[in-house]
Every structure is written in structure tokens, then in C-alpha cells.
């Protein structure tokens, strides 16, 4: 019954939510096979979740507590973990060992966003570089990665890993990280609100500034327009002659020219 129950979970959405669930009624020997399955699954890459059911707690102080061992090793651990204590842990099955080591790039991606191929090498315990070349575009295709490869500088450029389990213990650690980071961010904001208050007192000074000079562009438009107007009303004052003095000029012109004919 267990093995039919467990066949189904690879054709599900979402495999470790399955998972999850039939471990609320696996006990013994399933449960077992159940963390065998889940660790051999593809597209399963992390295990907070299953850890958290007591049918799998259980397992910590039994006789198969290398099981459980071997299920934090997953959630939290690396391919250098592993050899570490190994005595202490089953052997891996090609899928394991091979998730494991994907695991263990999105450990090292989430540390540094350029790996050298020789620290790949060290800790994914691979010697041959064709051999991580085609590990690393295999873990990118999962979608747990993203990146590229660099073949000149020796070097792999992250771009993208996700997140691991994170060990509960780690938990108030990460509270403070994100509390910095949120005071931070409080902090930045009053700094961009204080320039931007600034901003705008300049532009408004600004503002005010070429309002006053237009104004007095327009005072002076006004101050020149009147004297040129004065000016010209002035000059034409000046040129015209009354019509009397005109008449008498005339008339002087005629007595004058009356005169001399009477003396010849």
C-alpha cells in the first residue's frame, strides 16, 4: 500500500507537498523508503518542510537516525558534509550523489557570484573539467541556478541561485540581517525625501528668481518704450513751424524784393 501511495508522488505539481503528506502516515520502514524517494526526486531541492513531520523527528534518536542524518545533510549540507561523515550516513545512490553535488553549487553561488573551477572542483570532489562543465549546465536546466560559464578566466558567474532550508537555529541571525537591512532602507528613504525637499526649495528659488528677472525685463521694456516715445513727440515739437511765422517770412521775402525795385 505505501509503495502504490508513494508511486503517485512523482506525477504531482508540486512533489515535495506530496511528500509532506505521506509522511504524516508512513511510519518504520516507509518512512525510510519515503526519504530514499524524496532525495532521489527530481525537481525536490528542499526538505524544511518533510523535516518538520514527526513521523520523520522520530527517526533523530532510532536505530535509523543516519536516515534523518542524511535528510539534514540535504536540506542544509554539501558534498564536502558529506565525505566528512560519511561513516555516519548511508551511501548515496548516482541521483543523490549528483543532487547533492547541485546543492552544493547553489551553497557556493549563494556565498560568491564568481566561482574559480578549481574550488567546484575541490568541493564538488570532481577532477575532470569537461565533467563540471556539463554538471554546472546540467544544474542550470534544473532552474535552481543561473549563470554562465567562462571558459577563459576558469571562472563560473552566478546570476541567479535559490534559497536553501535554513537551520533553525540560524533563524535569529537572519531576523537581525533583515532588521539592518530594514533600518537601512528607513534611513535611505529620509535621506532621498531630504533631497528631495531640497530639490524643490531650489527649484522654487529658482523659479522665483526668473519670475523677478522678468519683471524686471519688463520694467525696463516699459521704462524704454516711454523715453522713446518722449523722445520722438520732442523731435517733432522741434521741426514743425507755427503757421504765422511762416506767413512772415513771406511777407519779409515780398517787402524785400518790392524795395529793390523802387530803388533801380
Known amino acids: 500500500m505505501a509503495s502504490e501511495q508513494s508511486s503517485t508522488v512523482l506525477s ?4 515535495i507537498e506530496s511528500y509532506v503528506i505521506l509522511a504524516k502516515s ?21 526538505f524544511g518542510e518533510l523535516l518538520e513531520q514527526p513521523s520523520i523527528r522520530q527517526l533523530a534518536e532510532g536505530p535509523d537516525a543516519k ?14 558534509d558529506y565525505e566528512e561523515n560519511k561513516n555516519e550516513l548511508p551511501e548515496l ?42 554538471l554546472i549546465i546540467e544544474t542550470i536546466y534544473t532552474g535552481i541556478i543561473e549563470g554562465k560559464l567562462d571558459q577563459q578566466e576558469q571562472m563560473f558567474e552566478v546570476d541567479f541561485a535559490i534559497s536553501r532550508d ?8 537572519i531576523i537581525n540581517i533583515l532588521e539592518t537591512w530594514c533600518s537601512k532602507c528607513e ?34 521694456k516699459a521704462v ?6 518722449t523722445t520722438a513727440s520732442s523731435s517733432s515739437s522741434k521741426k514743425e513751424v507755427p503757421p504765422y511765422l511762416k506767413l512772415a517770412k ?13 530803388r533801380d
Not at 30 to 37: T, V
Not at 224 to 229: C, N, T
Open 12 to 15: 504531482t505539481n508540486n512533489p
Open 26 to 46: 508512513f511510519h518504520g520502514s516507509a518512512i525510510i523508503s519515503l526519504i530514499n524517494q524524496v532525495l532521489d526526486a527530481n525537481g525536490v531541492y528542499i
Open 67 to 80: 536516515y534523518y542524518k542524511l535528510l539534514m545533510l540535504f536540506a542544509y549540507g554539501t558534498c564536502s
Open 93 to 134: 545512490t548516482p541521483n543523490q550523489k549528483r543532487k547533492l553535488q547541485q546543492l552544493t553549487i547553489v551553497s557556493l553561488a549563494a556565498r560568491n557570484k564568481r566561482i574559480p573551477y578549481n574550488e567546484l572542483q575541490s568541493q564538488l570532489g570532481i577532477s575532470d573539467l569537461r565533467e563540471l562543465e556539463d
Open 166 to 173: 535554513v537551520r533553525p537555529e540560524s533563524a535569529d541571525e
Open 187 to 220: 534611513n535611505t528613504l529620509k535621506d532621498l525625501e531630504g533631497e528631495i525637499r531640497k530639490a524643490n526649495s531650489i527649484k522654487a528659488e529658482k523659479e522665483n528668481m526668473k519670475n523677478d528677472i522678468k519683471n524686471k525685463i519688463d520694467e525696463i
Open 224 to 229: 524704454l518704450k516711454e523715453e522713446a516715445s
Open 250 to 262: 513771406k511777407n519779409t521775402r515780398e517787402g524785400g524784393l518790392r524795395g529793390s525795385k523802387l
